[in-house]
């Protein structure tokens, strides 16, 4: 007996170190921070999510669809729930020009579509390119997306999106150039300049043949959201070693800047623009070999930054098509090193 016991406290001891290791692993593994519950409001429509009828059903009242795709925890869904939905002037116009009917991106509820398909909720978020959330899509009375808003819009910019689509602007002028009328007249000044940017002159058909992947950043002078973009996002060095290994051409998006476009046509910056619908600042558009990859299209924090940037450079779109889940995989190999994923920071 005394042997066996002995016997057992040296299998212990030759162990230990590997259970010990294992069990400070689990205790390492970083924090998870910034998510955000929220509830639907309760004045959207309890739909079937039968989006043809909805969308037929609303016609009849003179109204169009809004179709707003969420997740759990995301917080830019909870600013937009918080902030957007909660601004009596949205409240109100919403409820005289549209029917809002709610989709959760992971969720398992029947979904009818335009044409009749039946998909649950993912199946058809994943059929509509949802990438980020809240993604926004309003429909024609002919179930045709008249307007996408990916991502979170500030409340007097999501006025005048609702404006675009309840006003039926569609067939009138793209939604870039509808905005460009409420846009803040340009005080002059100048853009923040990082060391890392790609220098003048912009030759993006020259730089797409380059083994580092592109991004076109577009800014404007006197933005809030730009500046906070440099002072905080671009102020964070793990957000800047990611940027780094990129040919980022920063043009002003309401400049006559001479670029080269990617087809080595002359253009400037404006039309450039203009051309690729930009219509929030700041914006950028990634391209890998010259292929475009995903795009900045709305207010993003430091995580959802680099993520971005990174689903282009380490290849995730080639093995993970949905940028949703490549999200959590990063989220998950960042934390396993003992670091805080703070998705809100």
Not at 91 to 109: E, K, L, P, Q, S
Not at 156 to 184: G, H
Not at 190 to 218: G, H, M, R
């Amino acid at each position: 007996m005394r042997r066996l016991f002995i016997l057992s406290c040296m299998l212990f001891c030759l162990n230990a170190p590997a259970a010990f290791a294992a069990a400070d692993a689990v205790k390492q593994k970083g924090d998870f921070k910034g998510v955000k519950l929220v509830e639907i409001p309760k004045w959207f429509k309890s739909s079937f999510l039968n989006i043809k009828e909805d969308i037929e059903e609303a016609a009849e009242s003179g109204k169009r669809v809004m179709v707003y795709f969420h997740q759990n925890g995301c917080p830019y869904c909870a600013k937009l729930v918080n902030e957007n939905f909660k601004d009596k002037r949205i409240v109100d116009y919403m409820a005289t020009h549209f029917d809002a009917v709610d989709i959760n991106m992971w969720g398992d509820r029947e979904v009818v579509t335009v044409d009749d398909k039946t998909l649950n909720e993912k199946s058809y978020s994943a059929s509509r390119k949802v990438w980020f959330t809240p993604t926004i899509l309003f429909f024609d009375e002919k179930g045709k997306v008249v307007l996408r808003i990916n991502g979170y819009y500030p409340k007097d910019k999501f006025l005048i999106a609702l404006q675009y689509a309840a006003e039926k602007k569609e067939n009138q002028l793209s939604f870039s150039e509808y905005y460009k009328q409420f846009a803040t007249a340009q005080k002059p000044g100048k853009l923040t300049v990082e060391s890392f940017f790609a220098k003048p002159e912009y030759n993006l058909a020259k730089l797409k043949q380059d083994s580092k992947p592109l991004a076109i950043l577009f800014e404007q002078a006197n933005c809030k959201a730009c500046d906070n973009f440099h002072k905080v996002s671009l102020q964070d060095k793990d957000t800047v070693e990611i940027l780094k290994q990129f040919n980022i051409v920063q043009l002003d998006r309401w400049s006559d800047t001479p670029v080269i476009d990617l087809d080595g046509k002359s253009t400037t910056a404006k039309k450039l623009a203009s051309k690729l619908g930009v219509t929030f600042a700041p914006y950028a558009v990634l391209y890998d070999k010259g292929t475009e990859v995903i795009r900045i299209e709305a207010f993003l924090k430091s995580f959802h930054v680099q993520s971005v940037f990174d689903y282009v450079l380490s290849g995730g779109y080639k093995k993970e098509t949905s940028f949703q889940r490549y999200l959590e995989h990063r989220a998950d190999a960042i934390r396993d090193k003992g670091k805080t994923v703070d998705i809100w920071k």
